[in-house]
């Protein structure tokens, strides 16, 4: 059993660690409706949630036609990152993960408000794609329910999309992210804030197509039980349970609030105890879309659910603090499932990270993560491979960028594939890499070790001297010296060759290269 796998489902859960007082953890989700503040602590070996702040920000109701995001709701977002900003000062950056979720992958200029959301923060920001919300989401339920055997299937209605797992114990075995979810569904069905009988119909058929085609495939995995997460589903929950319910959703409970809502013709005149102001405008929508879910799944209970992505996010960093990290399994999943060669796989790695130790300081590649990125770029640098050899540099780039990595956030898998991509032949112009970037530094790193392993030798390379020095009037921003025995270079013909060509392909980026001979 894992470390994060070892929780029950109290605020403060034991787990097999060290004792004493660690560092804060923190984790920021920045949903389509909400944004979600959790800070937590491992103390006397066991996580304790320590703070908890929400804000309804809407994100997906300032997303317009053309998948721009409007300035007056990307500065209500800014306001409310500001103020996060001063909750997270005392959290290292190693031990936080901030995620964008369905709005942000869908708006065009995402990336300038992520450029301005991280200075309000401080922090680096991940776009995730949907399935890697997903696999989170599943984390924070499975962490909250604890160990138990019985295949489960989660559905969370987020402000933009809905995601559905199946999954026993701690492991997800399918995971969906649909695009529907409870403020697009408001926005498109009930803008005015009627809710009408035609209106309703139409957003639960919306639900409905929506659903369709992943129906048999969950279906024939099948459930013993249903689990609903995150602010839509515990928001009806609340609602069933003010008119008398009980604290299991069922579905001739959600029948009749969709008759007395219609009958009511709006949610404020439904006048429900149990709504909270805030969740009334987008209320109808996620209805709709958890009636949809009901029905296309043919579900009769479920029961909800109080953790969801951000406390996944929080267990993801535990397990990486303590060397579990998911990325590094699915790094190891890729090379068995592209039969990549493992020994040729390591030997170019540790070549890489050796070269990297050389010139870390000189090119401030000292963050935990650059190493983690060459060394995963060096074990995947064959993945292509299987496809086909001629090229096989460009089939791992494609394959990279597009397959789904749990653990990966957008930004990081797309670095990954980049690296790949460019990891040997000339540099195109189109990989958007010059000579200041780090991405450019670690491929540099990545080119030269696998020019030191073309011959898939099995012998030990000799000591390899890396030096990384100023310009002097080259016109190069980079200027690199490499080293190396003179009578290794002298029965490597083909290495001293190929070095050569290298130094040809990085003169084409603004990088001069340098081989000399020492005894």
């Known amino acids: 059993m894992s470390v994060a796998q070892s929780y029950s489902n109290t605020n403060t859960h034991p787990a097999l660690l060290g004792e004493g007082t660690g560092p804060q953890l923190g984790a920021v989700d920045l949903g389509s409706n909400s944004f979600h503040l959790l800070i937590a602590q491992e103390s006397d070996g066991r996580i304790q949630f320590l703070d908890k702040h929400k804000e309804m920000v809407r994100l997906a109701e300032g997303l317009r036609d053309d998948n721009t995001l409007d300035p007056r709701v990307v500065d209500r977002a800014l306001a409310c990152l500001d103020r996060f900003g001063q909750r997270l000062r005392p959290v290292n950056q190693q031990n936080l993960r901030i995620v964008g979720t369905n709005t942000l992958r869908k708006a065009s200029n995402a990336e300038d408000f992520v450029r301005r959301a991280e200075e309000a923060l401080g922090h680096p920001i991940e776009i995730i794609s949907g399935r890697e919300e997903a696999r989170l989401i599943y984390s924070g339920v499975c962490h909250d329910l604890g160990d138990q055997s019985e295949q489960r299937m989660v559905v969370d209605i987020g402000g933009g999309s809905t995601e559905l797992i199946i999954g026993k114990d701690y492991i997800p075995e399918a995971l969906e992210s649909l695009f529907m979810g409870c403020v697009s569904m408001s926005s498109k069905h009930f803008a005015d804030g009627r809710v009408t009988s035609q209106a309703m119909h139409r957003a639960i058929n919306d639900a409905l197509v929506e659903c369709e085609p992943i129906v048999q495939p969950f279906c024939a995995r099948g459930w013993e039980s249903v689990i609903g997460a995150s602010g839509t589903i515990n928001s009806i929950s609340d609602v069933l349970i003010a008119r008398g319910g009980a604290d299991v959703i069922t579905a001739s409970a959600l029948d009749e609030l969709v008759e007395d809502l219609v009958a009511a013709g709006s949610v404020d005149a439904l006048n429900s105890p149990g709504l ?36 996944g996010l929080i267990y993801d960093l535990l397990g990486r603090q303590h060397h579990e990290d998911i990325r590094d399994a699915t790094v190891q999943g890729l090379m068995q499932r592209f039969n990549i060669d493992w020994l040729q796989a390591r030997q170019v790695r540790e070549t890489a990270l050796s070269l990297l130790s050389q010139v870390a300081l000189d090119w401030r590649l000292t963050e935990p993560e650059d190493k983690l990125l ?19 540099h460009k089939h791992g780039g494609y394959l990279l960028s597009n397959m789904d990595m749990p653990g990966f956030s957008s930004s990081k898998q797309n670095q990954l594939a980049r690296l790949v991509r460019v990891h040997r032949r000339r540099i195109a112009d189109n990989a958007g890499l010059d000579s200041t ?13 696998a020019v030191f392993h073309r011959g898939r030798e099995r012998k030990p390379l000799p000591h390899i001297n890396l030096q990384a020095e100023p310009s002097s009037g080259t016109g190069c921003y980079l200027k690199l010296r490499l080293s190396l025995p003179q009578e290794w270079l002298a029965t490597h013909p083909l290495t001293r060759l190929d070095l050569a060509n290298e130094a040809n392909f990085l003169m084409d980026v603004g990088v001069a290269l340098s081989v000399t001979k020492h005894v």
């Open 437 to 449: 970037s780090k991405l450019m530094r670690l491929a540099i790193l990545l080119r030269l070790s």
């Open 276 to 311: 909270s102001s805030e969740r009334e405008s987008v209320f109808a929508g996620g209805l709709a879309i958890l009636v949809g879910v009901f029905r296309a799944f043919n579900i009769q209970r479920m029961a909800p659910a109080q953790s969801a992505l951000r406390e």
């Open 374 to 392: 060459i060394r995963w770029a060096a074990d995947l640098h064959e993945i292509g491979m299987d496809i086909a050899h001629a090229g096989y």
